[in-house]
T-cell receptor, first 109, second 116 residues
Framework: GESVGLHLPTLSVQEGDNSIINCAYS??????FIWYKQESGKGPQFIID?????DKRQGQRVTVLLNKTVKHLSLQIAATQPGDSAVYFC????????FGTGTSLTVIP | GAVVSQHPSRVICKSGTSVKIECRSL??????MFWYRQFPKKSLMLMATSNEGSKATYEQGVEKDKFLINHASLTLSTLTVTSAHPEDSSFYICSARQGAANEKLFFGSGTQLSVL
């Protein structure tokens, strides 16, 4: 079946540095992608989304890049803060949303 | 953004009892709601999709009689874990979508179920 996967299960960054979280998807027909943040014991929180007719979208301190040629999605977090520590999931829309494994981001003060 | 309320946030029950989890969209009408299950340090696993007024569509391997889903209104879906056993212990999360299939999902805060 289709899969949405992440390259790295864990990522540690120094406070103030930029973070890059990567995601690979396999359904070339997918046209909508979302990044979610999940803190321990809580439900996922929407961060940013992007549709397939775009290759970049910026939010507050976050940027999502979409490379349809290689079916790759990334989330960039600028000036990472301790409050950014969480698990980040990419989700690919295939009528339902299917989630990748997740990357655990730890911000070192 | 839209708010999805999930209740209870935590429940501990004895083996053999049934547990009902509610998911409400507070400020929008949810045409579709989804139920996910999550194990520690794992991703969200889609269990079923429910549309208001119709039967839920279950993912392969999810027992319909074990996990009863009701979507009686555009703002409420319930998941009932029937005759719960320790292996049903998990974090259950609901999500809701307001419109078409390519609209974002809003998530509830999750329910931690512990079956003794």
């Amino acid at each position: 079946g289709e899969s949405v996967g992440l390259h790295l299960p864990t990522l540690s960054v120094q406070e103030g540095d930029n973070s890059i979280i990567n995601c690979a998807y396999s359904n070339s027909a997918s046209d909508y992608f979302i990044w979610y943040k999940q803190e321990s014991g809580k439900g996922p929180q929407f961060i940013i989304d992007i549709r397939s007719n775009m290759d970049k979208r910026q939010g507050q301190r976050v940027t999502v890049l979409l490379n349809k040629t290689v079916k790759h999605l990334s989330l960039q977090i600028a000036a990472t803060q301790p409050g950014d520590s969480a698990v980040y999931f990419c989700a690919e829309n295939m009528d339902q949303f299917y989630f990748g494994t997740g990357t655990s981001l730890t911000v070192i003060p | 953004g839209a708010v999805v309320s999930q209740h209870p946030s935590r429940v501990i029950c004895k083996s053999g009892t049934s547990v009902k989890i509610e998911c409400r969209s507070l400020d929008f009408q949810a045409t579709t709601m989804f139920w996910y299950r999550q194990f520690p340090k794992k991703s969200l696993m889609l269990m079923a999709t429910s549309n208001e007024g119709s039967k839920a569509t279950y993912e392969q391997g999810v027992e319909k009689d074990k996990f009863l889903i009701n979507h009686a209104s555009l703002t409420l879906s319930t998941l009932t874990v029937t005759s719960a056993h320790p292996e049903d212990s998990s974090f259950y999360i609901c999500s809701a979508r307001q419109g078409a299939a390519n609209e974002k999902l809003f998530f509830g805060s999750g329910t931690q179920l512990s079956v003794l």
